[in-house]
């Protein structure tokens, strides 16, 4: 940012919510005053035309009535507006006004005005030109050498540029190899038409070999062209610039040489009139506009570029001279003489901001006052230090950290889930299996009672749920407060009703205390036989074809949930317990209770384990050989290069080949980490849904507080995404290691034992799994999960259902791997390779 902004001369806005380009700016002296003061000529792409002359009463001052000469309104688009000799049989200016189907030209004149209003100012129609093709800019001087006169080039949005001779049409012709239109020069000089075509490259070409080239309505050759009649349209001179270029300008402040300038999208390139480079300048922002305005020293072309950062820089050839702060972003400058006023810079903006202004800097007329000296009363400064320590002191009491307890209603976050699916799913772009997938609205509601600013509103659902947005921000906070607001989604959003399998692979028991209650009334809408067979038995498929059977016992207390999957048994149960304690709790029974009594599926959760950690290996590994194939790509490469760049060509001793097979080596490999990618995100979410499965049963089996519950979920699922750099087996290694150094631990002494973990892959996941299984034995030993290191509890009693005991010593901490198999149950679990619909908690958070 510069220190200095533009001294504002003259300004003002242009219409309402009009648009303008770089073409719309022109100054002269358009009206033939002869006073060597030039105008400003304004046309927008609403069709208005402007005519400006300022006379401000002092700097700084707005357009008054009278600056403005003349304003019309064309109706079409103005696409470019410029003045020269433009009318045959006169010298005198006239001005050219460039319309997409219409180029027009004016004269424009004043008369004496004998009021105090002023003179009047009108335009005149000379002649005008209906285009056959729709134009794109124009071009305007001595085409061929003519003296006293200027023609027109206009050039199209497909590449044709048509010369107008004044009143008459001389011919057109088509570029070769157009695609888009660039930015259009004339240099009299060399007598030729610069431009940048959509290859990124400069192209000049003469105008005599414009005029004897195959006419642009006889595209094919004829054969008179055949036998040698006619030319072919060739280009003098290309310079690739690697970019798009903005505009050019060709400038000749001598007669020995002129200069092609070319704005880029990120440099600016100063060319011969032979098209090699005189030197060329990296722009550090983005340039918006540009004008090559004099020759202060010999040799040299000063230039004014404006950025996107409201920023006029002006350059002796590379180097920054100046750098001004404009109030808006130029799309057009230009410089000229206004009221006496030589080298005003005047500059236009999209929007229609126009100003008038020159460079300087404004004196400093701040004094800084004298400071009275005193002598500072040390004593009375304690004083006044101690009183305010304890006003301090007595507001961290009352209110904490943050003044929460008088502002718990200032902001409500509250969700409403619609109990109906969307009629029309904004799942379009899913497919699992044959199944169609369903959608839901969730309304929530923000309630404040104070000013807020900036709220920003997250929503949360874990995969393989999804949302349409999960971002909202709203611009009224003055309060630094998080939050939050849990809901749960209907179950039927991911599951539908299934034929029930009196056989699995995979079975938990829940015991109850109280009588078995109807499936039917727990899960109304799951019916899909008789109301009499679904009592005690009812299927679920979620989509993309898992099935999960639940079954109550018609003599005991107890629910049996089953499936082939292992971690698909979670969501079925923790929506079995929840619907049974709000089914009791509308029956108003308190003292339901639901407990787990059998074995830990420690084997079967292992296995996951496993399969994830081999997926991230596998990942691990794939970006290694892509990083050595990427390496000896680039260095064929260069080899090859070389090669080619060789003045004396030596075999290429099947470096081509090498090239081709080491490229289909790489794709192959990135093909392969994609899918490796995609396997490792089903994979954590199957993890996921077993790790929410495994510490519910822990909850039931220890009867777990919400706080020794919510211990747990932190240790065992502490990230939402797994990457490689930061993994779940050594974050969640870590945690476990932590409690059980902790609030777990037998004894200080066993406190100091190293059970850390660094937060880097492992090599294996067998600490982890002796980790798990200890932190099962303590629990079952009677430990207690806190955040307290000195809250360890006694672990003299044994639970039912529990684990042997696990020797925790170093060296008997090696046999841990060979008895893991005894201390508990393994039931079969079948690992499959196949995409399945990953069973995820329904439930969201928003923040």
């Known amino acids: 940012m510069s220190l200095f902004k533009a001294r504002d001369w003259w300004s003002t806005v242009l219409g309402e919510k009009e648009e303008f380009d770089q073409g719309c700016l022109c100054l002269a002296d358009v009206d033939n005053s002869g006073n060597g003061q030039d105008k400003i000529i304004v046309g927008s792409f609403m069709g208005y035309l402007r005519i400006f002359n300022p006379h401000p009463v002092k700097t700084g001052d707005g357009a008054q009535a009278e600056d403005l000469l003349l304003e019309v309104?064309?109706?079409?688009?103005?696409?470019?507006?410029?003045?020269?000799?433009?009318?045959?049989?006169?010298?005198?200016?006239?001005?050219?006004?460039?319309?997409?189907?219409?180029?027009?030209?004016?004269?424009?004149?004043?008369?004496?005005?004998?009021?105090?209003?002023?003179?009047?100012?009108?335009?005149?129609?000379?002649?005008?030109?209906?285009?056959?093709?729709?134009?794109?800019?124009?071009?305007?001087?001595?085409?061929?050498?003519?003296?006293?006169?200027?023609?027109?080039?206009?050039?199209?949005?497909?590449?044709?540029?048509?010369?107008?001779?004044?009143?008459?049409?001389?011919?057109?012709?088509?570029?070769?190899?157009?695609?888009?239109?660039?930015?259009?020069?004339?240099?009299?000089?060399?007598?030729?038409?610069?431009?940048?075509?959509?290859?990124?490259?400069?192209?000049?070409?003469?105008?005599?070999?414009?005029?004897?080239?195959?006419?642009?309505?006889?595209?094919?050759?004829?054969?008179?062209?055949?036998?040698?009649?006619?030319?072919?349209?060739?280009?003098?001179?290309?310079?690739?610039?690697?970019?798009?270029?903005?505009?050019?300008?060709?400038?000749?402040?001598?007669q020995s040489a002129s200069s092609v300038f070319v704005l880029g999208e990120r440099n600016f390139f100063c060319l011969k009139d032979n098209g090699q480079i005189r030197f060329m300048k990296k722009l550090d922002c983005s340039p918006s506009c540009f004008l090559p305005y004099c020759s202060v020293s010999e040799g040299t072309i000063n230039t004014l570029i404006g950025n996107h950062n409201n920023m006029l820089h002006i350059y002796q050839d590379v180097t920054l001279k100046w750098a001004t702060q404009l109030p808006h972003i130029p799309v057009a400058v230009r410089v000229g003489c206004l009221h006496d006023l030589k080298g005003a810079i005047v500059t236009l903006s999209d929007d229609g901001h126009l100003q008038c202004s020159y460079l300087g800097t404004d004196p400093s007329l701040f004094q800084a006052p004298k400071v009275e000296s005193r002598e500072l009363n040390y004593d009375e400064l304690d004083t006044e230090l101690k009183e305010l320590q304890k006003i301090i002191k007595e507001v961290n009491k009352s209110q904490g950290v943050w003044p929460m307890t008088e502002r718990e209603d200032d902001l409500k976050v509250s969700a409403m889930v619609s109990p109906n699916f969307d009629a029309e799913s904004q799942a379009t772009d899913v497919e699992v299996g044959t199944d169609p997938v369903p959608s839901i609205t969730v309304k929530i509601t923000l309630q404040n009672r104070v000013v807020l600013q900036k709220v920003k509103l997250s929503i949360y659902v874990q995969p393989p749920l999804v949302l349409t947005c999960d971002q909202f921000t709203f611009e009224f906070m003055s309060i630094p407060r998080v939050i939050q607001c849990k809901f749960r989604l209907p179950l039927k959003l991911i599951c539908l009703p299934g034929q029930p399998s009196k056989t699995a692979s995979h079975k938990i028991t829940i015991d109850t205390n109280k009588s078995p209650v109807s499936l039917l009334s727990l899960f109304p809408g799951f019916a899909n036989q008789s109301d009499d067979d679904q009592v005690n038995i009812?299927?679920?498929?979620?989509?993309?074809?898992?099935?999960?059977?639940?079954?109550?016992?018609?003599?005991?207390?107890?629910?049996?949930?089953?499936?082939?999957?292992?971690?698909?048994?979670?969501?079925?149960?923790?929506?079995?317990?929840?619907?049974?304690?709000?089914?009791?709790?509308?029956?108003?029974?308190?003292?339901?209770?639901?407990?787990?009594?059998g074995s830990m599926p420690l084997q079967e959760y292992f296995e996951l384990i496993d399969h994830h950690f081999e997926l991230r290996i596998n990942g691990e590994k794939l970006e290694e050989l892509l990083s050595e194939r990427a390496v000896q790509f680039r260095a064929i490469q260069r080899r090859l290069l070389t090669r080619f760049k060789d003045k004396t060509p030596a075999p290429l001793q099947h470096l081509d080949t090498l090239l081709d097979g080491t490229y289909k080596q790489v794709i192959a490999l990135a093909d392969a980490l994609e899918e490796n990618q995609d396997n490792l995100f089903q994979s954590f979410t199957r993890l996921k849904s077993a790790t929410h499965l495994m510490i519910l049963l822990i909850g039931l089996w220890q009867k777990l507080s919400a706080d020794q519950t919510a211990i747990l979920e932190a240790a065992f699922l502490p990230l939402q995404e797994d990457t490689q750099a930061l993994g779940w087996e050594e974050t969640v290694d870590a945690a476990i290691s932590h409690l059980l150094k902790t609030c777990l631990s037998k004894s200080s002494k066993e406190q100091a034992l190293n059970f850390s973990s660094q937060l880097n892959i492992p090599k294996d996941t067998s600490r982890l799994k002796k980790h798990i299984t200890l932190l099962c034995d303590r629990l079952a030993k009677g430990g207690r999960l806190c955040l307290s290191t000195d809250a360890a509890a006694p672990q003299t009693m044994v639970m039912p259902g529990g684990c042997a005991t696990i020797p925790e010593s170093d060296l008997e901490e090696r046999s841990i791997e060979q008895e893991s198999t005894e201390l508990f149950t393994n039931h079969k679990h079948l690992t499959a390779e196949t995409s399945t619909p990953e069973v995820s908690p329904l439930q969201g958070v928003s923040e």
């Not at 433009?86 to 050219?96: D, P, Q, R």
């Not at 157009?178 to 009299?188: E, M």
Request: proline letters at 2%; one cysteine or more; glycine letters at 8%.
């Open 73 to 254: 309104h064309l109706r079409d688009p103005i696409l470019q507006v410029e003045v020269g000799k433009f009318v045959s049989g006169t010298e005198m200016l006239h001005l050219a006004v460039l319309h997409s189907r219409k180029l027009c030209v004016y004269s424009v004149s004043g008369t004496l005005g004998n009021v105090e209003h002023g003179n009047r100012y009108q335009i005149k129609l000379m002649y005008e030109h209906n285009l056959q093709r729709t134009a794109c800019n124009m071009t305007y001087g001595s085409f061929g050498g003519v003296k006293g006169r200027d023609l027109i080039c206009i050039q199209s949005v497909d590449g044709m540029l048509m010369v107008f001779e004044q009143e008459s049409y001389a011919f057109g012709r088509f570029l070769p190899g157009s695609l888009l239109p660039g930015p259009l020069a004339y240099s009299s000089r060399t007598d030729s038409f610069i431009t940048v075509s959509s290859c990124r490259q400069v192209e000049s070409y003469k105008y005599q070999v414009l005029a004897f080239a195959t006419d642009a309505d006889k595209r094919q050759e004829t054969e008179q062209q055949k036998l040698g009649s006619g030319k072919r349209l060739v280009v003098d001179w290309t310079l690739n610039i690697g970019e798009q270029a903005l505009d050019i300008c060709i400038v000749s402040f001598n």
């Open 538 to 597: 009812m299927g679920f498929r979620f989509l993309g074809g898992s099935r999960v059977t639940l079954l109550a016992s018609k003599t005991s207390q107890r629910y049996r949930i089953q499936s082939e999957q292992f971690e698909d048994l979670w969501l079925i149960t923790n929506e079995l317990i929840l619907r049974l304690q709000q089914y009791f709790e509308k029956q108003g029974i308190k003292d339901f209770a639901c407990s787990f009594s």
